[in-house]
C-alpha cells in the first residue's frame, strides 16, 4: 500500500494536473547523417515548453549498437523515464517480437503498472492498452491508408482522443523529421497510470512506423 501511494505521489508530481505533455526526440549527428541507429532519446516538457524530465533507451555498449542496426524496430529494448534530477519514474520493457511488437510498463520496483500489445488488422493498425490487472482500458487505431491518424477508443469502444502526425513536408522529413505526434487526451479524465501506457504507446507508434526517419518530436496535449 505505501509503495502505491508512493508511486502515485511520483506520477503526480511528473505529469501535474495538465493533460499537456511534450516529447521531443533527440538525434545525434551520425544516424541522420549515414543512418547508423543510436539509443532512442527524448526530452519531455509541459505544455509551458518546461522539462519535466527525459526517456532514454538503455546502451550496452558497441554490442548494443550492432544488434540495433541488425534488428532495427524488431530488437528488444528497456526504456528508462527520469524526472529532471535524474530520478527513475518509470520503465518500459520490449522484448524482440517478429511480427507483433508488446511494451510493458513497470514502476519503480518493476511492477507491472499495464502494457501495450499490438493486433492484428487488416484494414487497421492496432494496439490494446492495458492495466496491471490485464484488463483493456483503450485502443488505438490506426487505417492503413491513413497512418498518421491513431484513433484512442475506451474500453466500450467510444472514441475519446486521437493521435495524429503532423507531416512537415517533404524536406523536413527527409532531413530533419522535425514533424510532430499529437495525443488529445482532452474528450477523457485518464488516470496518471493510463497516462504512462499512452507516452509508452506514443514512443511504440514511432519505433513501429517512424523510426526509419532520422528524427522526430512527439506532442501530447489537451
Request: charged residues 25%.
Amino acid at each position: 500500500l505505501n509503495t502505491r501511494i508512493y508511486m502515485s505521489e511520483r506520477l503526480n508530481s511528473f505529469f501535474g494536473s495538465t493533460n499537456t505533455v511534450l516529447v521531443h526526440q533527440i538525434k545525434e549527428l551520425a544516424e541522420i547523417i549515414i543512418n547508423w541507429e543510436t539509443a532512442n532519446k527524448y526530452e519531455i516538457l509541459d505544455a509551458d515548453n518546461y522539462k519535466i524530465g527525459f526517456a532514454a533507451e538503455r546502451t550496452n555498449g558497441f554490442f548494443h549498437r550492432v544488434i540495433r542496426n541488425i534488428l532495427r524496430s524488431h530488437r528488444p529494448m528497456t526504456i528508462d523515464v527520469m524526472d529532471n534530477s535524474g530520478a527513475s519514474v518509470l520503465q518500459g520493457k520490449r522484448p524482440f517480437f517478429f511480427m507483433f511488437s508488446d511494451l510493458h510498463v513497470h514502476d519503480l520496483n518493476e511492477k507491472q503498472i499495464g502494457s501495450i500489445q499490438t493486433r492484428f488488422g487488416i484494414i487497421s493498425r492496432k494496439y490494446d492498452l492495458l492495466d496491471e490487472t490485464g484488463n483493456i482500458f483503450a485502443r488505438i487505431s490506426s487505417p492503413r491508408w491513413r497512418l498518421w491518424t491513431f484513433k484512442i477508443f475506451n474500453h466500450l469502444g467510444d472514441q475519446k482522443g486521437v493521435i495524429t502526425k503532423k507531416w512537415g513536408g517533404i524536406l523536413k522529413e527527409a532531413f530533419t523529421d522535425a514533424d510532430k505526434f499529437a495525443i488529445d487526451l482532452s474528450q477523457h479524465s485518464w488516470t496518471n497510470y493510463q497516462k504512462s501506457v499512452f507516452l509508452f504507446a506514443t514512443l511504440c507508434i514511432d519505433l513501429d512506423f517512424f523510426e526509419d526517419n532520422s528524427g522526430s518530436a512527439i506532442e501530447v496535449f489537451d
